[in-house]
């Protein structure tokens, strides 16, 4: 089965307690949770990993890379920040789909919010549904990585 990995990054650990207003009450263990039920209705493996540590997301960035077809990403505050976590995102182009995810609509909120540094090495974002946004982001993927096969098997 092909494998999607899905990276949360930092604070995405205290979802359903931080700011429920934004991020709502849904916690970071229920969206694995229905992340694996849907990847598994699309033939698909999946495998979620959090961190609030920089360096710790680049390491599972750039391991996942040589094993998985998909990677989801929401690096959180790094999106606006990390020169670093995009650059090990880029390793990713060309090679597997990556698609970025956010619960809120990063633009409608702080101004420092307003750029996303991944923006220019993902294959597209998912953004402002909640919890929803990580499911949508896992059809994009499945479609994503189904189209890259057949494209292979021509």
Not at 80 to 103: C, F, N, Q, T, Y
Not at 130 to 142: D, K, N, Q, V
Request: no cysteine.
């Amino acid at each position: 089965m092909p494998l999607v990995s899905v990276i949360h990054g930092p604070n995405l650990n205290l979802l359903g307690q931080r700011e429920p207003e934004i991020y709502g009450p849904t916690t970071l263990a229920e969206i694995d949770q229905r992340l694996v039920a849907r990847a598994a209705t699309l033939g698909l493996a999946l495998e979620t990993f959090q961190s609030n540590v920089e360096g710790l997301l680049i390491d599972r960035i750039q391991a996942d890379l040589p094993r998985a077809q998909a990677l989801l990403i929401n690096a959180g505050g790094y999106t606006h920040s990390s020169v670093a976590i995009r650059d090990a995102v880029a390793a990713w182009k060309g090679r597997a789909p990556v698609i970025e995810v956010h619960l809120s609509i990063p633009e409608a909120r702080e101004n420092f919010r307003q750029v996303s540094l991944l923006a220019g090495v993902v294959a597209g974002r998912v953004e402002g549904f909640g919890p929803l946004s990580y499911l949508l982001a896992l059809e994009a993927a499945s479609e994503l990585i189904g189209a890259r096969g057949n494209a292979r098997n021509q």
